[in-house]
């Protein structure tokens, strides 16, 4: 049964107390940055078992003990943490959270409630905000996305897939949100991701009163419009009935929403084209998800495709921790979460790494974390702007990931992608990503660009292959015969063409969003072409 309106709208205003008390704090102590910082460092390298057994208590001493790292100097100490289901942190643990990464297919990272207590401190402001900047959240139901691990690691993580976004609340705001959200997060255990998808799409069809949508990637929400489109009658038949019918076994963990007057409306509304979400969702008035680098494209769609909510694009929130907010029309830094430093990434300090009191508008940096969980300097490889303060808290804008791919030594980087693909849409080509793909010495790796809708092969290829010249190594490794030619490979659907190669690699349903570079290997590109609809 949906909730109902008498307990919602109480729900809400719990939480919003609930909120007051860690957003009044972010707003008082904006003006005393390195004072909250190292308090917080302090307060971590008390649980840090590494910290303490170097006898380390200051950022002085930290900076020069500890190097920078990332997870692959961690994944040895990680591994045999899960198996004795310990951590490096003396903070209770609560779980190892699965993720994937550029350079890592699964990663599991320490949960510990240090942790969540620190991604807890910039939730609350972050709601906050979101309730200030759109007053109707409060009069309806939110749905936050939930992830799923690809199918073929769902056997292998399914005690540990625990990618419930509502997750990261502490237990009295996880307590209060299930009063306010559309979609269980009981969907995720669904046997296959597109029954995940399916009931998902159930449950908020089933919702007159959904007043947010909160997904990480705009082209995730574009994709469950689509098929809200392609699979209306099979939901009718569902809310109409209140059971799965030839989905039952995939989602015999998952109770069936039984709403026959919003079956009716929906068989209604399929009668016109495309559909009317507004009269689907009347109390839809904000819409929230990656809006920057590779994803703004995709967020003006969604946001054109829902044009009657008000759009707000995401901080930058990694599982390892969270950089930024959302929070009252600028991205400042979550500086109660975790502690934090940045590396220079261009100009005369190039390389140098400085904490976050000594940043200045304009700075390219890249942020480094050291947090409740265990792990110190972890480097996070995002490429950020700073573009005001928050008082004297950074804000940031995020400019994609820092580093590109590297087949054979040609070091070509996400913005020779993004120039490629915006010179072919000029002519009409629809290119979604330029993939590097690694042919494990099967033969000479190549660089494919991935487009949609036919075109001619001829000119696009060389076309391409000109462009990349223009960069010194790519010639280099084409001249020496180290690189084959490009290719072009064509789908009809370009979205779920790169989420298939992808999805392929490791990547995670959900958390995907288009890169305009990305390295992939020939079996997962040959996979997806031999999966593409003749």
């Given at each position: 049964m949906m909730k109902s309106m008498a307990i919602t709208p109480l729900s809400h205003q719990v939480l919003k107390l609930f909120c007051r008390q860690t957003d009044q704090r972010f707003q008082k102590q904006k003006n005393a940055l390195e004072q909250v910082?190292?308090?917080?460092?302090?307060k971590i390298l008390q649980m840090s078992t590494l910290a303490q057994q170097a006898?380390?208590?200051?950022?002085?001493?930290?900076?020069?003990?500890?190097?920078?790292?990332?997870?692959?100097?961690?994944?040895?100490?990680?591994?045999?943490?899960?198996?004795?289901?310990?951590?490096?942190?003396?903070?209770?643990?609560?779980?190892?959270?699965?993720?994937?990464g550029s350079s890592e297919q699964i990663k599991f990272i320490p949960y510990t409630q240090a942790f969540l207590d620190e991604l807890d401190a910039a939730i609350a402001p972050w709601l906050s905000s979101m309730y200030r900047k759109c007053n109707q959240l409060d009069r309806g139901t939110h749905y936050w996305s939930v992830s799923w691990l690809p199918?073929?690691?769902?056997?292998?993580?399914?005690?540990?897939?625990?990618?419930?976004?509502?997750?990261?609340?502490?237990?009295?705001?996880?307590?209060l949100s299930k009063f306010t959200q559309a979609v269980p997060s009981d969907v995720s255990f669904a046997a296959q991701a597109?029954?995940?998808?399916?009931?998902?799409?159930?449950?908020?069809?089933?919702?007159?009163?959904?007043?947010?949508?909160?997904?990480?990637?705009?082209?995730?929400?574009?994709?469950?419009?689509?098929?809200?489109?392609?699979?209306?009658?099979?939901?009718?038949?569902?809310?109409?009935?209140?059971?799965?019918?030839?989905?039952?076994?995939?989602?015999?963990?998952?109770?069936?929403?039984?709403?026959?007057?919003?079956?009716?409306?929906?068989?209604?509304?399929?009668?016109?084209?495309?559909?009317?979400?507004?009269?689907?969702?009347?109390?839809?008035s904000l819409v929230s998800s990656w809006d920057t680098a590779g994803s703004k494209q995709w967020a003006a769609s969604l946001h054109a495709a829902l044009p009657f909510a008000q759009f707000e694009g995401k901080g930058l929130w990694a599982t390892e921790g969270v950089v930024t907010i959302p929070y009252d029309d600028c991205y400042p830094l979550a500086y109660h979460s975790h502690f934090?430093?940045?590396?220079?990434?261009?100009?005369?300090?190039?390389?140098?790494?400085?904490?976050?009191?000594?940043?200045?508008l304009n700075d390219h940096v890249s942020p480094v974390l050291t947090s409740g969980n265990g792990l110190?300097?972890?480097?996070?490889?995002?490429?950020?702007?700073?573009?005001?303060?928050?008082?004297?808290?950074?804000?940031?804008?995020?400019?994609?990931?820092?580093?590109?791919?590297?087949?054979?030594?040609?070091?070509?980087?996400?913005d020779v992608a993004h120039s490629l693909i915006a010179q072919l849409k000029q002519q009409q080509i629809q290119a979604v990503s330029l993939f590097a793909v690694d042919t494990q010495q099967q033969a000479?790796?190549?660089?494919?660009?991935?487009?949609?809708?036919?075109?001619?092969?001829?000119?696009?290829v060389q076309q391409i292959d000109?462009?990349?010249?223009?960069?010194?190594?790519?010639?280099?490794?084409?001249?020496?015969?180290?690189?084959?030619?490009?290719?072009?490979?064509?789908?009809?659907?370009?979205?779920?063409?790169?989420k298939h190669v992808v999805m392929r690699e490791g990547m995670i349903e959900g958390n995907i969003k288009p890169e305009p570079l990305k390295k992939v290997t020939l079996s997962s590109l040959e996979h997806m072409l031999c999966a593409e609809p003749v």
């Open positions: 910082q190292r308090e917080k460092l302090e006898g380390v208590t200051d950022y002085e001493s930290f900076k020069t003990r500890f190097p920078v790292t990332r997870y692959a100097q961690w994944r040895d100490q990680i591994t045999a943490c899960r198996s004795s289901k310990t951590t490096l942190s003396s903070s209770k643990l609560v779980r190892y959270q699965p993720t994937s199918e073929s690691q769902r056997e292998v993580l399914k005690d540990e897939n625990l990618n419930d976004d509502s997750a990261l609340l502490g237990l009295g705001k996880r307590i597109d029954d995940a998808l399916f009931a998902t799409l159930c449950y908020l069809v089933a919702d007159a009163d959904l007043a947010m949508m909160s997904v990480w990637s705009p082209t995730f929400a574009l994709q469950l419009l689509e098929k809200l489109n392609e699979q209306a009658e099979e939901i009718v038949q569902v809310l109409r009935s209140g059971t799965w019918q030839q989905r039952a076994a995939s989602l015999r963990q998952v109770k069936a929403p039984h709403q026959p007057q919003r079956a009716l409306l929906l068989a209604r509304l399929m009668q016109q084209s495309p559909l009317d979400y507004q009269q689907l969702w009347p109390k839809l934090y430093e940045f590396e220079y990434l261009s100009g005369p300090r190039q390389g140098e790494i400085v904490a976050s009191w000594e940043l200045q110190l300097r972890y480097c996070l490889d995002d490429s950020l702007r700073v573009t005001g303060f928050f008082g004297q808290v950074p804000c940031f804008e995020f400019q994609g990931r820092r580093f590109g791919v590297d087949l054979v030594g040609e070091k070509l980087s996400p000479k790796p190549f660089y494919c660009v991935l487009v949609e809708g036919e075109t001619s092969q001829q000119v696009c000109q462009a990349l010249r223009q960069h010194f190594h790519y010639e280099l490794a084409r001249d020496l015969g180290q690189l084959d030619q490009p290719r072009v490979c064509y789908v009809d659907n370009g979205w779920e063409g790169y």
